[in-house]
C-alpha cells in the first residue's frame, strides 16, 4: 500500500516526501520479507517510523519503558495470583479453609480493584503517572508482606481488598500511558508484550513457589506459602521505587526524566502525525459523552464477554489437584500443580504477541480476534461437555490460554476510535475494566463455586456463551469502525489511504 500524502488519525502510513527523503536509507527501505521476519522484527519494516533517529528512539522507548512496564505487571501478576498457589501448598490448612471461602479471597480483591479503577483513571489525568503509578504499587508490595502474618483467613480477606484496591492503578494506568507513546502499528504488539508480562508473572510463581516449598519449608519456622509473599513484597519494593524514574507523563506533559527535549519534541510530532491528542483536559462531562457514546457499548460488548470467558483457565490448578490414580491417591504432587499450569501460561505468551504483532501489521484486527474467540467457542464448549479423556480436557484448558490475544487488540483497536480524545481513552480503560472486574467479584461465588470442582454445573457453559456474545462484539465493532474510516475518508477529500482493518 503506498503512503498517503496526508495521514489520517486512525492509520500510521506516512507523508509521501517524508518516506522519499529517508527510503534511500537501508533501514528505513520497506523489504518484501516473510510475515515471520516482520513479527520478530518490526522496527525494520514499520512505516509509522519515518527517520532513523525516530526507529532509535523507539527502540530506546522499548527498552526503558517496556522492560519496566512488563517487569512491573510481571509482579504485579504474582501479587495477584500468589493466593492460588498459596492454597494448595498449604495455606488452606494453616488457616483453617473451608467451603467457598477460596472463592472469597478472590472476590474481596475484585472488589477492592472494581472501586478504586475509575478514580484511579482519573487521578491519572491530574497527577503525573511517574508519581501516580509507583506510590500505589509502593504500598500494595507493604500489603503482600502482611500476608505473610496473618492469623485467619478473615485478616487474608481485609488484605486481599487493599491489595485490590491499590492494584487497580496497574494494568489500565500503564495501557493509557502506552497509548500516548505509541502509534497504531506499534500499540497493539506493546499492549500484548505488556499482557504476556502478565502471564510470565503467573508461570513464575508456579516456579518460584515450587522451589519454596521444596527448598523454604519450614525456614525459621515458616511454611513455604508464607515465604512467597515475602520475597513478592521485596520485589514488588524494589520495582516500585525504579518506576519514580522510568514511567513517562504524557509528551505533551514533558514525558520522563531520562528522556532529552528532543525526545519530546519528536514523541509530540509522532502523536501529532497520526492525529492522536494526549494533552489531558478532565472535566465531568466527559463520563456523561463517553457513556452516551453508543460505540462505547459495542466495545463493551466485544472486550468484556471475552475478559469474562477467560475465567475457565483460573481452575486448571483446581482440576488437577482433583485428578486421582486407579488407586485413589493424586494423580499430581503439590509442585507438579503448580508447574503444570506453566505450559497454559507459555501457550498464552506466545500468542499474545504473535496475534497482536499479525494484527498490527496487516491492520486485520477483527480477523484475527474473530479467529480468537473461534478458538475460545471450541475450547469452551469441550469443557462443557467436559469428556473422560485427560488429554482432551488438557487440550481444551491449553486451547482457552491461546484466547488472551483477543484484548490488547481490542484497546489498540479502541486507541484508534477515540483517537482525538485522551480524557476518553482513559475513562474507557478504567470502564472496561471496571465492568469486568464488577461481575468477577460474584460470578466465582455462584458459577465457579470451589465445592463443586472441577467439572462445575454451569461455570463452563455460561463461559462459552461469553465468548459467543464477544464474537457478536467483535463483528458489530468492525462495522462501525469501517463505517468512521468511510466517513472521515470523505471528509478529507478522499486523499486518505486507510490501513487495512
Avoid at 519454596?212 to 511454611?223: A, Q, S, V
Avoid at 483460573?314 to 500443580?337: H, M
Wanted: contains cysteine.
Amino acid at each position: 500500500m503506498e503512503p498517503s500524502k496526508r495521514p489520517r488519525d486512525n492509520t500510521s502510513t506516512v507523508v509521501d516526501e517524508e518516506f522519499n527523503e529517508t527510503s534511500s536509507n537501508a533501514s528505513t527501505v520497506i523489504h518484501k520479507d516473510s510475515l515471520l521476519k516482520r513479527i520478530f522484527l518490526p522496527s525494520a519494516n514499520d512505516r509509522s517510523v519515518t527517520t532513523q533517529e525516530e526507529r532509535r528512539f523507539v527502540r530506546r522507548l522499548d527498552i526503558i519503558l517496556m522492560t519496566y512496564g512488563c517487569i512491573s505487571y510481571c509482579i504485579k501478576q504474582i501479587d495477584q495470583s500468589n493466593y492460588s498457589s498459596a492454597y494448595v501448598s498449604g495455606m488452606r490448612e494453616d488457616l483453617n479453609m473451608t467451603g467457598n471461602q477460596y472463592n472469597w479471597l478472590g472476590t474481596y480483591f475484585t472488589i477492592g480493584y472494581a472501586v478504586a479503577l475509575i478514580p484511579s483513571q482519573i487521578m491519572m489525568l491530574k497527577v503525573k503517572a511517574g508519581i501516580w503509578l509507583p506510590s500505589l504499587e509502593l504500598i500494595w508490595g507493604i500489603l503482600t508482606g502482611l500476608c505473610a502474618i496473618v492469623k485467619d483467613v478473615r485478616q487474608m480477606y481485609a488484605l486481599r481488598f487493599f491489595i485490590g484496591f491499590m492494584e487497580a492503578s496497574s494494568w489500565p494506568g500503564m495501557i493509557t500511558v502506552l497509548m500516548n507513546w505509541y502509534t497504531p502499528t506499534e500499540l497493539g504488539t506493546r499492549a500484548a508484550l505488556f499482557g504476556a508480562a502478565g502471564a510470565a508473572g503467573n508461570m513464575f510463581t508456579g516456579f518460584m513457589q515450587a522451589a519454596i516449598y521444596k527448598n523454604m519449608h519450614g525456614t525459621h519456622g515458616l511454611p513455604g506459602w508464607k515465604w512467597l509473599f515475602i520475597f513478592n513484597c521485596i520485589m514488588t519494593i524494589i520495582v516500585a521505587l525504579a518506576g519514580y524514574f522510568v514511567i513517562p507523563d504524557t509528551p505533551t506533559n514533558g514525558g520522563a526524566r531520562w528522556m532529552s527535549k528532543e525526545d519530546v519534541q519528536l514523541s509530540q510530532q509522532r502523536m501529532e502525525r497520526i492525529g492522536r491528542n494526549t494533552k489531558h483536559k478532565f472535566e465531568l462531562a466527559d463520563f456523561k459523552k463517553t457513556y452516551l457514546d453508543y460505540k462505547f457499548w459495542v466495545f463493551a460488548l466485544a472486550y468484556v464477554p471475552w475478559a469474562w470467558g477467560l475465567l475457565s483457565t483460573s481452575y486448571f490448578n483446581l482440576w488437577l489437584e482433583k485428578i486421582k490414580l486407579a488407586d485413589g491417591t493424586r494423580r499430581y504432587s503439590i509442585p507438579q500443580v503448580n508447574l503444570i499450569p506453566l505450559g497454559g501460561y507459555a501457550i498464552q505468551i506466545v500468542t499474545m504477541i504473535l496475534y497482536a504483532r499479525i494484527a498490527d501489521i496487516t491492520g486485520k484486527r477483527w480477523m484475527v480476534c474473530v479467529f480468537q474467540q473461534l478458538c475460545g467457542l471450541f475450547g469452551c464448549i469441550v469443557l462443557s461437555v467436559w469428556p473422560s479423556s485427560v488429554p482432551f480436557l488438557f487440550t481444551a484448558f491449553f486451547i482457552m490460554f491461546s484466547v488472551a490475544a483477543t484484548g490488547p487488540i481490542l484497546m489498540s483497536w479502541m486507541a484508534d476510535m477515540w483517537n482525538r480524545y485522551p480524557e476518553r481513552r482513559a475513562i474507557i480503560t478504567g470502564s472496561i475494566v471496571v465492568l469486568v472486574y464488577a461481575n468477577n467479584a460474584w460470578m466465582p461465588l455462584f458459577i465457579w463455586p470451589v465445592t463443586e470442582a472441577p467439572n462445575y454445573h454451569y461455570g463452563y457453559k455460561i463461559a462459552t456463551m461469553f465468548q459467543g456474545v464477544s464474537l457478536i462484539g467483535i463483528l458489530l465493532f468492525q462495522l462501525i469502525d469501517q463505517r468512521r474510516i468511510k466517513k472521515d475518508h470523505n471528509d478529507d477529500g478522499g486523499d486518505v489511504v486507510a490501513l487495512p482493518d
